[in-house]
């Protein structure tokens, strides 16, 4: 070897990438070269010096933060890839619901199976008596002293004074108890007599208990959407929550998740959604939870939420 | 090279599955090397790690791409230096440091003089390497911090295994006659 090599084949040695045979040359070459032995000794007191710059560690803060934004990177991209099912599927999933339905009704028909209730024309407060008239809704009358009651035989009781004093009992699903159920969730005044009444429809409506009606269901929508006291709304959101999720009870919890100044309320919301959508995915509820789980300016246990809740959908 | 070959392959299966356990033991087994990586490339604590989290995030969204040619360490090394590279282009604060600046090495002391002596230390041969090239610093941070050999960095930054040699040669000859120039306080601190 020549001296002029040195560098090269002593940085290869350092690197252990030198060969047997350049090795050699190079131990033969400093044995009888003085100059390149001094050259050498100050080029690995460089590689040795370098080592006085000591590495980086990776700070727990750092770890949890990276983790963080790795998970909701997976996370996009699962949302970025997810596809609201074909609308052949779709067709074929309603068509298979028809059919079933279809072939139930008809067995039920022939067997005599009974109804899962039977219906109720306003049972009134005792057997053989007319039931009792509601005041006309429509006039938009002031009810009074308004109080319920739940007997144990799942009647639902109001009493109340329009221009006289009323007195309403039936089963849930009893279309006068509905109905004043529902003028009772818009026409209240306080906050209180508000929540008494959405109290009432939780207890009486939903999973286990009977179908809410329609219009129960837009008094309790309006309700979330409108009332000044978020307590209130947050009840009326919690009350949707636990019907039967539909396209109507799904828009006014989407509203509310991204409208509602209170972060309870969009709170349940994003739960109610999150529920819903992990028996049916829907693009629009999945946009919303994502837009939520990476909105800067949302409340930190709202984003959480929504994160979690994304990650338990099946997409 | 930190995890075995079909090991993080398999944990790149498992990034494509969507699994996000699987980009957390990546991090793990490989962001203590692309951090320190990073921050002698870029000399500047904050933009390392930047850069790093843009490494996994960036392997998150390629990791269909990874065609099994190099190892996983090396694909992300290269991820890694293409990272730093345009951070540099971006932010020019943390990328020139004149060579002017570069201080010599300062003499090796007791106690509290040591311990001030050995940061002083320190911060010089940052000084030192930060005066180097893009180009050679990375090849010679490749080979002296991460022990890679000549063939997986000429993977890692796509040159041959010559141009390697020859920028670590570069590298080397210019820190040292940096380190040269004070020659009695170079001699004393080791």
Request: overall charge neutral; proline content about 5%; some cysteine.
């Amino acid at each position: 070897m020549e001296c002029r090599e040195l560098t090269e084949l002593a940085l290869g040695r350092l690197l252990g990438d030198l060969d047997a045979g350049r090795r050699d040359d190079l131990e033969r070459h400093l044995a009888a070269c003085r100059t390149c032995r001094d050259e050498l000794a100050l080029l690995e007191e460089t590689w040795e010096t370098l080592g006085a710059d000591l590495d980086a560690p990776v700070t727990p803060e750092f770890r949890a933060r990276t983790i963080e934004l790795l998970e909701d990177e997976m996370l996009r991209r699962r949302v970025r890839e997810f596809r609201p099912r074909s609308r052949v599927l779709r067709v074929l999933a309603q068509a298979a619901a028809i059919l079933v339905a279809a072939a139930a009704g008809f067995f039920a028909a022939r067997g005599g199976v009974e109804p899962a209730s039977k219906p109720v024309a306003g049972a009134p407060a005792s057997a053989g008596q007319p039931a009792p008239s509601l005041p006309d809704l429509a006039e938009k009358p002031r009810l009074s002293n308004v109080s319920y009651k739940t007997a144990h035989d799942g009647l639902v009781g109001i009493d109340f004074e329009a221009t006289t004093k009323h007195s309403i009992t039936g089963r849930p699903d009893d279309p006068r108890v509905s109905s004043l159920l529902a003028y009772l969730l818009s026409a209240n005044e306080t906050s209180g007599e508000k929540s008494r009444a959405i109290e009432l429809v939780s207890e009486n409506y939903g999973p286990g208990a009977a179908v809410a009606s329609p219009e129960i269901v837009f008094a309790l929508a309006t309700t979330l959407k409108r009332d000044r006291n978020p307590g209130v709304r947050k009840k009326a959101a919690e009350a949707l929550a636990s019907f039967r999720s539909t396209g109507e009870i799904r828009s006014a919890l989407l509203d509310a998740l991204a409208n509602d100044p209170n972060p309870g309320v969009r709170l349940v919301a994003v739960d109610a959604l999150a529920a819903a959508a992990r028996e049916a995915p829907d693009p629009k509820t999945i946009q919303s939870l994502r837009e939520k789980a990476f909105d800067p300016d949302e409340n930190g246990f709202v984003r959480a939420r929504a994160a979690s809740a994304l990650k338990a959908i099946d997409l | 090279m930190a995890g075995g070959l079909s090991d993080d392959r398999s944990l790149l299966d498992r990034i494509r599955r969507g699994d996000a356990g699987g980009a957390e033991e990546l991090f793990e087994r490989y962001a203590p090397s692309l951090l320190k990586f990073a921050d002698r490339m870029l000399g500047n604590r904050e933009s390392a790690e930047e850069v790093t989290q843009e490494v996994f995030v960036k392997v998150i969204s390629r990791a269909h791409q990874y065609d099994g040619r190099a190892a996983v360490a090396s694909w992300l090394f290269a991820i890694a230096a293409n990272a730093c590279r345009d951070k540099r282009r971006r932010d020019r604060r943390a990328a020139v440091v004149p060579l002017e600046a570069v201080g010599e090495l300062p003499a090796r002391g007791e106690g509290a003089e040591a311990r001030m002596a050995g940061r002083e230390r320190r911060a010089a041969v940052r000084r030192a390497l930060e005066g180097l090239s893009e180009e050679q610093r990375e090849a010679l941070v490749l080979a002296r911090y991460h022990g890679l050999p000549y063939s997986e960095i000429a993977r890692v930054l796509g040159i041959s295994v010559g141009a390697v040699k020859t920028r670590i040669f570069r590298a080397v000859e210019t820190l040292k006659a940096r380190f040269s120039e004070g020659e009695a306080s170079w001699n004393a601190v080791n």
